[in-house]
């Protein structure tokens, strides 16, 4: 017999389509897949399986869920043992860390941290988030900004360091940081206050108790220091030490100035002037220039020249001079400067050149803030100076243009004359304040040392008591000290002597006026 069979397929074929979705942060693990099955016969059977792995069945449902990232293949069976695939990728979630811009560095002048406003200075987590806008740069492009943040760490102490680093989070806990370094500096100077002028009378040894003690101490504050270090330098001149080397072009200006002493005091009370200069190929190429307040000028060293004694063509080393010039008054054994003459190197007395011309004259600008070129005009000597000793006075000096080698300036002190007497003399106190950060406050305070105590006539007296008739008498011995001079002889004058009989009267009577015009006391001696 015949037996016939009929086989039947299903009327669509077996087939899978799957979607992955994709994760919100990076390292998820909750990863869905959506799958659609068509065909085939029902009912069917899911085998899940990632890439990488083929041995592991991670899911045997149709829609897993609670996966990571990845690509994860499917087998699909149905009732009569039919198989079909699919596949699907979860694509992992945000794993971006936000771009960070912190503000530009800065610089602020203050203390301590209490300088920085704003966004006061924390070392503890600061959050801004409500507040960074437009003032921190953020470029995030995942899920978004949960949290802005800063924090403050600070180093050192001129300045102060302080390191503020910015720190965002977002919202799948990704951090991105940046950080502003942020100084603060004390640059303000203290507040020096300076000890009135003071005159001390010199005593034994011609000298002067000038302890601050006596003349007074300078104190000082500052914005941030409770205790400004306050020295002193005592200085027996006004000057500048200002190390500089010359040009040929419009010359070089040294400035000092002078002030507290007496108003009427003139520029040309001048006691002594040091001046310090080097060159390296001599001093014909030098010429130097002292300049008075009313624009007075004196020249000190010149004239420009070349030859003989001007030039050291034949060393490379610096010659260093060092000369005093003294008034004609008080310094005519010293002989006048002149660049011509054969000069020493280091110290020596002169009196200035005084020259009462120079190619310089309508080089030299004695007052800038009057417009153009104010020259100046010439004295021969320090005496020649009409103007007043207190005021701006300066140093010009401009190296010869048409010889080589250098010029170097070092240093110019004036020492004022105080009165008639040379046992008077002057401290310059020169005060400095200098707080924590090395800002510094400088001023002069003038001391005059005056020569005002009297000399001290002494005798020894003969015993006279029994002196007989017609005595033959001898005057009495008269001894003087002086605190500057030293020992002296004393200017004694007599009066009498009369010899009537056995009646006798005679007086001696010692004086002296020391160089600084103080008198002794008079002593007499009367021999009756």
Not at 91 to 111: F, L, R
Not at 255 to 265: A, M, P, T, V
């Amino acid at each position: 017999s015949v037996t016939s069979v009929t086989i039947t397929e299903p009327a669509v074929a077996l087939s899978a389509n799957a979607t992955g979705e994709s994760l919100y942060c990076a390292g998820d693990a909750d990863g869905n897949i959506t799958m659609t099955v068509q065909g085939g016969t029902a009912s069917y059977t899911y085998a899940w399986k990632k890439t990488g792995d083929n041995v592991t069945i991670v899911s045997t449902v149709q829609n897993p869920s609670g996966l990571s990232a990845g690509t994860y293949n499917v087998t699909v069976t149905d009732a009569n043992g039919c198989t079909t695939t699919a596949s699907a990728t979860i694509i992992d979630g945000d794993g971006t860390d936000p771009v960070v811009t912190a503000p530009a560095n800065d610089s602020i002048e203050g203390c301590d941290t209490n300088a920085i406003t704003g966004w006061v200075y924390s070392e503890s987590l600061v959050d801004i988030t409500n507040s960074y806008s437009g003032v921190v740069g953020v470029v995030e492009t995942g899920t978004g900004i949960a949290s802005v943040q800063y924090s403050d760490s600070k180093s050192g102490t001129c300045p102060i360091v302080v390191t503020r680093t910015f720190t965002v989070t977002d919202n799948c806990g990704n951090v991105g940081t940046d950080t502003q370094r942020i100084e603060i500096r004390d640059i303000t100077a203290p507040v020096l206050t300076i000890p009135a002028n003071s005159i001390v009378s010199k005593g034994a040894d011609c000298t002067a108790y000038t302890d601050p003690s006596v003349t007074g101490n300078a104190t000082a504050t500052d914005n941030c220091d409770v205790n400004p270090v306050v020295t002193f330098e005592d200085r027996d001149c006004y000057g500048t030490e200002d190390p500089t080397t010359l040009n040929a072009g419009t010359g070089s200006y040294f400035y000092f100035n002078i002030s507290g002493l007496d108003e009427n005091l003139l520029a040309s009370a001048i006691k002594s002037l040091n001046l310090s200069f080097e060159t390296n190929q001599g001093k014909g190429r030098a010429e130097f220039t002292l300049v008075a307040p009313n624009g007075q000028a004196i020249i000190l060293v010149g004239p420009y020249c070349a030859g003989g004694n001007c030039d050291d063509t034949g060393e490379t080393n610096y010659e260093v001079y060092s000369p005093t010039f003294y008034p004609a008054s008080t310094g005519a054994a010293y002989p006048v400067w002149d660049n011509n003459s054969s000069i020493p190197q280091g110290a020596g007395n002169f009196q200035p050149n005084g020259s009462l011309t120079s190619v310089n004259q309508d080089q030299i600008d004695y007052n800038n803030d009057l417009g153009g070129v104010q020259e100046v005009s010439y004295v021969n000597s320090f005496e020649g100076f009409t103007g007043k000793m207190n005021g701006d006075w300066f140093v010009y000096s401009r190296k010869q243009a048409n010889v080589n080698g250098n010029i170097r300036f070092n240093s110019v002190c004036l020492t004022p004359a105080i009165g008639d007497c040379e046992n008077n003399d002057i401290i310059i106190r020169h005060w400095t304040a200098t707080d924590a950060c090395g800002n510094t406050s400088e001023g002069d305070q003038l001391i005059q040392l005056i020569d005002n105590t009297a000399p001290v006539i002494s005798t020894v007296a003969i015993d006279n008591s029994d002196l007989g008739c017609n005595p033959e008498v001898a005057a009495p011995v008269f001894t003087g000290l002086d605190n500057c001079e030293g020992v002296f002889t004393p200017v004694v004058n007599t009066t009498g002597a009369t010899n009537d009989g056995c009646a006798y009267s005679q007086t001696w009577t010692a004086t002296y006026t020391d160089t600084c015009g103080n008198d002794a006391t008079a002593v007499s001696i009367t021999y009756t």
